[in-house]
């Protein structure tokens, strides 16, 4: 069992920054792609953005694409996710993954997730 734990959220202004963090406990074969979700209340959870920890290939939502950018580090074991220009239709609270393959977008293509930490996103 792989353990995801996030650190990074809080509480910003229109137009402000926030810089998530999630570490995994180990690589494994299903933490070859690791990436983020989100949930807003009253909403689906939705795909953000994924990572291929491995060549580092990058998948956006539209939503975030321009603003957010993820990366990883060379150990493989952390992504980040830079967020820039926030607004608050991107309050929610994210939710980082991993699983064993890049570039899916769908809740069930992720094996394991994160307990979510909550951004907030103030006009």
């Known amino acids: 069992q792989v353990q995801l734990v996030e650190s990074g959220g809080g509480l910003v202004q229109t137009g402000g920054s926030l810089r998530l963090s999630c570490v995994a406990s180990?690589?494994?074969?299903?933490?070859?792609?690791m990436g983020w979700f989100r949930q807003a209340p009253g909403k689906e959870r939705e795909f953000v953005a994924s990572?291929?920890?491995?060549?580092?290939?990058?998948k956006y939502a539209d939503s975030v694409k321009d603003r957010f950018t993820i990366s990883r580090d060379n150990a493989r074991t952390t992504v980040n996710l830079q967020m820039n220009s926030l607004k608050p239709e991107d309050t929610a609270v994210y939710f980082c993954?991993?699983?064993?393959?890049?570039?899916?977008?769908?809740?069930?293509?992720?094996?394991?997730w994160g307990q979510g930490t909550q951004v907030t996103v103030s006009s």
């Open positions: 993954v991993a699983g064993p393959r890049g570039r899916n977008t769908g809740t069930n293509d992720y094996i394991f």
């Open positions: 990572i291929g920890m491995i060549f580092g290939t990058p």
């Open positions: 180990a690589r494994t074969p299903d933490t070859v792609a």
